[in-house]
């Protein structure tokens, strides 16, 4: 079955130090990939993607997430954490089949930045 | 202005009740999405339309059924609620393959 996985429920991280949120998929072929991230009460929000080209992929606010193929992951990364990035963060592939797209999206990892 | 509004924020209704939630996107995407996220935040696609075209049915109960007029809107209508309908619903829309854009969220209490 295909799915992606995020390992880690919960990420606590100081702020000033660099995070990591972990993404791992299973699909086959070769699927888009996509970080999301939804503050409390709040629809997803769009962060990043990875189609095609360079493995480290840039987005918004700062985040950014590499692609290894080898090893099936996408795991996404920060530099300097912020308290403001406290949020739940949405790992998603997108895979095409009946003729559109599908989103899978991983179980969701709470990153939390302590002041 | 919204990309993707859905109406209404929330709703709370009783058990065998039957309701509706609208969404509309002016994004000029060709994919429309119901997304549901339960309680413990795992979001689980439901529906997938595209140009107003059911493209994907996932398994959920005949009790819910998507109706899309035209390729902006895609509402879902839910007949005979359950408690176990309580959760927040999300619309979504994209241009595939690229990034989905999504609503508010609906959250949907059953009493």
């Known amino acids: 079955a295909q799915s992606v996985a995020q390992p880690e429920d919960q990420v606590n991280v100081a702020e000033g130090n660099p995070l990591t949120v972990k993404c791992t998929y299973s699909?086959?072929?070769?699927?888009?990939l996509f970080w999301y991230v939804q503050y409390p009460n709040r629809g997803l929000q769009f962060l990043l993607k990875?189609?095609?080209?360079?493995?480290l992929v840039k987005g918004s606010y700062g985040f950014e997430a590499e692609f290894n193929k080898s090893q099936t992951s996408f795991h996404l990364k920060k530099p300097s954490a912020l308290v403001s990035d406290s949020a739940l963060y949405f790992c998603a592939v997108s895979l095409l089949g009946s003729g559109t797209y599908k989103y899978i999206f991983g179980t969701g990892t709470r990153l939390k930045v302590l002041a | 202005d919204t990309a993707v509004s859905q109406t209404p924020k929330y709703l709370v209704t009783q058990m065998g009740n039957d309701k509706s939630i609208k969404c509309e996107q002016n994004?000029?995407?060709?994919?429309m999405y119901w997304y549901k996220q339960d309680s413990k935040k795992f979001l689980k696609i439901m529906f997938s339309?595209?140009?107003?075209?059911?493209?994907i049915n996932e398994t959920v109960p005949n009790r819910f059924s998507p109706k899309s007029p035209d390729k902006a809107h895609l509402n879902l209508h839910i007949n005979s609620l359950e408690l176990g309908d309580s959760a927040v619903y999300f619309c979504a829309s994209s241009q595939d393959p690229s990034e989905a854009f999504f609503g508010q969220g609906t959250r949907l209490t059953v009493v």
């Open positions: 990875y189609i095609t080209g360079d493995n």
């Open positions: 339309y595209n140009n107003k075209e059911l493209i």
């Open positions: 994004l000029g995407h060709d994919t």
């Open positions: 699909v086959s072929g070769n699927p888009y």
